[in-house]
């Protein structure tokens, strides 16, 4: 189970963090995700991160930053420096596997979601 938490309405330039709480999934070498997706259009990567590292679409690239806390087994999403454009809702992943999983098909385990909302 996935239970994401921290969207809402930010001004411009603002900033928000988003969590995700993962229960339930045992494996070891797990690569988390976040997606976002405006209704009408396709669900889009925003970041992954796996015990090699990181990535991040270029259009959130040097504004968002992924972390994850292994004890509690949670992933975020710093986003800073918010723009009308990142106003979506944004969805936690997550994956067994040892890479860094860039598309909505390469996941089955999707949370809820949460709303972002950036006024200009």
């Known amino acids: 189970q996935l239970v994401e938490s921290g969207g809402g309405l930010v001004q411009a330039g603002g900033s928000l963090r988003l969590n995700c709480v993962a229960s339930g999934f045992e494996h070891i070498f797990k690569c988390m995700a976040w997606f976002r997706q405006v209704r009408g259009k396709e669900r889009e990567f925003v970041a992954a991160i796996n015990q090699e590292g990181a990535d991040y679409s270029d259009s959130v690239k040097s504004r968002f930053t992924i972390s994850r806390d292994y004890a509690k087994d949670t992933v975020s999403l710093q986003m800073d420096n918010l723009k009308p454009e990142d106003t979506a809702a944004y969805y936690c992943?997550?994956?067994?596997?040892?890479?860094?999983?860039?598309?909505?098909?390469?996941?089955?385990?999707w949370g809820q979601g949460t709303q972002v909302t950036v006024s200009s």
């Open positions: 992943a997550v994956r067994s596997g040892t890479s860094l999983y860039k598309f909505p098909g390469d996941y089955w385990n």
